[in-house]
């Protein structure tokens, strides 16, 4: 089983909202990433927890904020987004192969429009 | 010069064909490389991973691997329209849990 759920799958919110996506995953893989994805190109990593604790940070801005409260859940809090910030949101999760390779499965994703 | 890198394409096959999608990567370093399928509005889907120098099958794709020539490749063989999307090839380095993917290689599978 290689499932990572999302929700909610669509979120429409203002430019003075706050909201949050929420990413879980009950496989006992020991990292979880946060992606970006924009129409036409490719997914652009943004966080990436290993052992819940947040390992890299690809400039990110700070109204983007991660949570990862246990080793199956994982957040994304979203404060005061511009426009530009529509995109789909994908949460993957990794675990190690039999050769010690770690191979990423991705979450639906969350698409989102900030209006 | 792109760390990654796919023809956008779109490649047009004929339902029943042979597909061959193609990918080039810059970091000798890289050590672990996949393939994911992306229907549009969808979220990727992994395909197909390789590790080492060679080919590997699995039913109807089979990736294959030149780390000399950094050089990447996924063949699908009796291609279906149902294989029509965007394949994106994405490499894993060394000291990082990240990928790198290339920019996607659009196919068309015409029946």
């Known amino acids: ?115 | 010069q792109k760390e990654v890198e796919q023809n956008s394409g779109p490649l047009s096959v004929p339902e029943g064909a042979i597909a061959s999608l193609n990918c080039t990567y810059s970091d000798r370093g890289s050590q672990s490389f996949f393939w994911y399928r992306q229907y549009s509005g969808k979220s990727p889907e992994l395909i197909m991973f390789i590790y080492s120098n060679g080919d590997k099958e699995d039913g109807r794709f089979t990736a294959q691997l030149n780390k000399a020539s950094q050089y990447v490749s996924l063949l699908i063989r009796d291609s279906q329209p149902s294989d029509s999307a965007t394949y994106l090839c994405a490499v894993g380095g060394t000291g990082r849990r990240a990928l790198t993917f290339g920019s996607g290689t659009r196919l068309q599978v015409q029946p």
């Open chain 1, 1 to 115: 089983d290689t499932e990572v759920t999302q929700t909610p799958k669509h979120l429409v919110m203002g430019m003075t909202n706050k909201k949050s996506l929420k990413c879980e995953q009950h496989m006992g893989h020991r990292a979880m990433y946060w992606y970006k994805q924009k129409a036409k190109k490719p997914p652009e990593l943004m966080f990436v927890y290993s052992y819940e604790k947040l390992s890299i940070n690809e400039s990110v801005p700070s109204r983007f904020s991660p949570e990862c409260p246990n080793s199956s859940l994982l957040n994304l809090h979203l404060h005061a987004l511009q426009p530009e910030d529509s995109a789909l949101y994908l949460c993957a999760s990794s675990q190690v192969e039999a050769g010690g390779q770690e191979t990423q499965y991705f979450g639906p994703g969350t698409r989102l429009l900030v209006l």
